[in-house]
């Protein structure tokens, strides 16, 4: 059973910085993309970044383009998310997924940051 468990939220001040960490299980994790997406309140869910199985290379989204880093363990079959210069804006749950699951609707309880001083 596919399963993707989020973790390392927290309550930060504007300015600080967090890392995310989602493990991964029930399928081969080193052969998928991999992509973070946030909720913020009363908001749709947003793709935040995204992280290649073939090469490693990432995208972000302009909102926190500089900001975040994708990265991946493949034996771990974890993937991070490293936030730095957090904005209130950025305050959301925080999921990570896979566009096979992501079509299915199939998520994880996600992560809360929440960026308030």
């Known amino acids: 059973q596919v399963q993707f468990v989020e973790s390392g939220g927290g309550l930060v001040q504007p300015g600080g910085s967090l890392r995310l960490s989602c493990e991964a299980s029930?399928?081969?994790?080193?052969?998928?993309?991999m992509s973070w997406y946030r909720q913020a309140p009363g908001k749709e869910r947003e793709l935040v970044a995204e992280?290649?199985?073939?090469?490693?290379?990432?995208k972000y989204s302009d909102s926190v383009k500089g900001r975040f880093t994708i990265s991946r363990d493949n034996a771990k079959t974890t993937l991070y998310l490293q936030m730095n210069s957090l904005k209130p804006e950025d305050t959301a749950v925080y999921y990570c997924?896979?566009?096979?699951?992501?079509?299915?609707?199939?998520w994880g309880k996600g992560t809360l940051v929440t960026v308030s001083g």
């Open positions: 997924n896979s566009d096979p699951w992501v079509n299915m609707n199939y």
């Open positions: 029930g399928f081969t994790f080193k052969s998928y993309d």
């Open positions: 992280i290649s199985s073939i090469d490693g290379s990432t």
